[in-house]
């Protein structure tokens, strides 16, 4: 079963905008991991946010976490073609498995 | 370094007929992972080992499914007796630490393998 869901489930922008996804999850987590997948390739890990944290940046990535509403965003600024591709917000249980949400289709057009 | 390695990449195979899954982890990496990826969602946990060991296969959806890493390195995932509801993508993950390493290892994913039975 799916632990989380992002939202919107697919975003079409034009290069240079900013796009902004959002996962909820259910249960109480220990980080929350993002990760990126293009058509035809694998899942690419982008960046883990710890629950003691609010607000994370990598690159042109900024995410934030609110553990009380138990929700998270990913921020991508000054979206490239090359960003296009669907993103995964994913919580680890168990022994370090990862549940994964429904993923957000990301489309930047040049 | 080279990445995670999955054989085949596309697997055909008819109803009824047993098909083997490879997984090649990254080199000295402990812990080893299957999903199964249905299409327009997100990847659902099959199995984890640590090591050779099977810690967890609550993800496996009935007998037909079975999976060994018996020297703690290359991982099959087996399906027996395959049904039009297995086509999925499968894929393997590794990470470099095992179970002591806590619940912030990376997972480092392969290309996956697309099975499709008729």
């Known amino acids: 079963s799916q632990q989380g869901e992002e939202d919107p489930q697919a975003l079409s922008i034009q290069e240079g905008e900013n796009a902004t996804m959002n996962c909820s999850y259910k249960t109480s987590i220990n980080n929350l991991q993002w990760y990126r997948q293009n058509s035809g390739r694998g899942l690419v890990h982008l960046i883990l946010?710890?629950?003691?944290?609010r607000e994370k940046h990598s690159g042109r990535l900024r995410v934030t976490l609110d553990t009380s509403k138990k929700s998270s965003s990913l921020l991508i600024t000054a979206s490239r073609a090359a960003d296009t591709a669907s993103y995964f917000c994913?919580?680890?249980?168990?022994?370090?498995?990862?549940?994964f949400g429904t993923g957000t289709r990301l489309l930047v057009s040049p | 370094g080279a990445g995670v390695s999955q054989s085949p990449r596309y697997k055909v195979t008819k109803r009824g007929q047993d098909v083997a899954l490879r997984c090649d982890p990254i080199?000295?990496?402990?812990?080893l992972y299957w999903y199964r990826q249905a299409l327009g969602q997100g990847p659902e946990f099959l199995t984890y080992f640590n090591y050779e060991a099977q810690q967890d296969k609550s993800g496996l959806p009935n007998d037909r499914f079975s999976a060994e890493r018996p020297e703690g390195s290359i991982s099959t995932l087996t399906i027996q007796r395959t049904e039009q509801r297995d086509s999925a993508m499968y894929r393997c993950?590794?990470?470099?630490?095992?179970?002591?390493?806590?619940?912030?290892?990376?997972?480092?994913f392969g290309p996956g393998t697309r099975l499709t039975v008729l």
């Open positions: 946010i710890r629950s003691n944290e």
């Open positions: 993950a590794s990470s470099p630490k095992g179970l002591a390493g806590g619940r912030t290892d990376t997972q480092y």
């Open positions: 994913a919580t680890p249980t168990g022994f370090q498995k990862l549940v």
């Open positions: 080199s000295g990496h402990v812990s």
